[in-house]
């Protein structure tokens, strides 16, 4: 049986990481993975990831930077790819603000890149990450994938730009680009800049943990493995897209971060926290609605919030003790 051939960009990052792991299960999948492994948040995290996914020989990996159309090139010419991730981007709302540019190159160029690319080598189906981001502050709530969009800073604004550019491709050539509006995803081998990991690793290195707006944001988390079924569901179900489809991916069960800080201390212990005011970009309020989601897969699960954290927890612990040795 001749193999599926994969790309997924970032796949050193979360969730590019995680798809690719979960994907290399099949023994008939080959994964192209493309990462630059930039130094947003620890590099160490990032090659360890990469480590783990080295082991499978099926995995290829290529350091590259999606901004960089020539190089990026060399890997699509390359035999027929099937599908290609783009979950390579510049991460983060509050980073955004002070390197706006890094933003431009890897998200906007970067996402070009692959789009122009794939259409010159005949590949069909791409899905991308885009953000809850692009809703900015919304009034109404849950936000459904037909609001309009209101980004509040650079980064939410260049999911947007994906967002149309997916669009125009998806009109005037034949290809399915699918839209996936992630919203704060968390779990094992999840983001240090994301608000749990900061809360456990400021517990371990007993430093004080800036709990924000008092605590009164809240936000729609999704565990991992749930968005990693979610994209590889919608990935075989694909005839039932659009062309140029979008999805909210998120549990539709906002919990706030002064529950976060409660579940923890029951479960974990008491944490040095300090709580401050607003701060600039950040969103008050994330909660999607995942009725579309669940109208094209019925058979869409949740992880209870509750269990997605202990789960993380567990798995800080192991990799705390990987990490410092
Ligand atoms: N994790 C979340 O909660 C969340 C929420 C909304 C949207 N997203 C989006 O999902 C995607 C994946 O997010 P993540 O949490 O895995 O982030 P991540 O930062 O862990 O992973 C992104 C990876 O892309 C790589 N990268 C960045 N710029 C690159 C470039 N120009 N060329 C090649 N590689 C590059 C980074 O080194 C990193 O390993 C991103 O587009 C992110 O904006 C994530």
Request: hydrophobic share 40%.
């Amino acid at each position: 049986m001749k193999k599926k051939r994969i790309i997924v960009t970032g796949c050193c990052g979360f969730i590019g990481f995680s798809l690719s792991k979960k994907l290399l299960m099949n023994k008939n999948i080959e994964v192209i993975g493309i990462d630059t492994i930039n130094d947003y948040y620890d590099v160490n995290l990032k090659k360890q990831r990469l480590k783990l996914l080295k082991n499978n020989k099926n995995f290829l990996f290529r350091k590259i930077d999606i901004g960089n159309f020539n190089l990026l090139k060399k890997v699509f010419v390359n035999g027929k790819i099937n599908i290609v991730y783009n979950f390579a981007a510049q991460a983060g709302v509050q980073y955004s603000i002070k390197n706006p540019k890094k933003y431009m190159i890897s998200n906007c160029v970067g996402f070009f890149n692959i789009l122009e690319l794939s259409r010159l080598n005949g590949i069909r189906n791409i899905f991308y990450a885009s953000s809850s981001s692009v809703y900015g502050d919304s009034k109404k709530f849950p936000v459904k994938e037909n609001f309009e969009l209101k980004p509040k800073n650079f980064y939410g604004f260049s999911k947007k730009a994906n967002e149309e550019m997916a669009d125009i491709y998806s009109r005037y050539y034949d290809m399915k680009i699918i839209g996936l509006r992630f919203f704060t995803v968390f779990g094992p081998w999840g983001r240090p800049d994301l608000v749990i990991s900061k809360l456990i690793e400021s517990f371990y290195s007993k430093k004080v943990f800036y709990l924000n707006n008092f605590g009164k944001h809240t936000r729609d988390f999704t565990y991992i493995d749930d968005v990693i079924n979610i994209i590889l569901n919608l990935s075989k179900n694909v005839k039932l897209v659009k062309k140029n489809d979008i999805f909210n991916i998120c549990g539709s069960k906002p919990v706030s971060l002064l529950y976060l800080v409660k579940l923890f201390e029951q479960k974990v212990g008491k944490a040095k926290i300090k709580k401050r005011v607003f701060q600039k970009g950040d969103i008050l309020k994330s909660y999607g609605s995942n009725e579309k989601l669940k109208r094209v897969l019925n058979e869409t699960k949740f992880t209870n919030f509750d269990e997605g954290f202990l789960r993380t927890f567990n798995w800080y612990k192991k990799y705390n003790k990987i990490k410092n040795n």
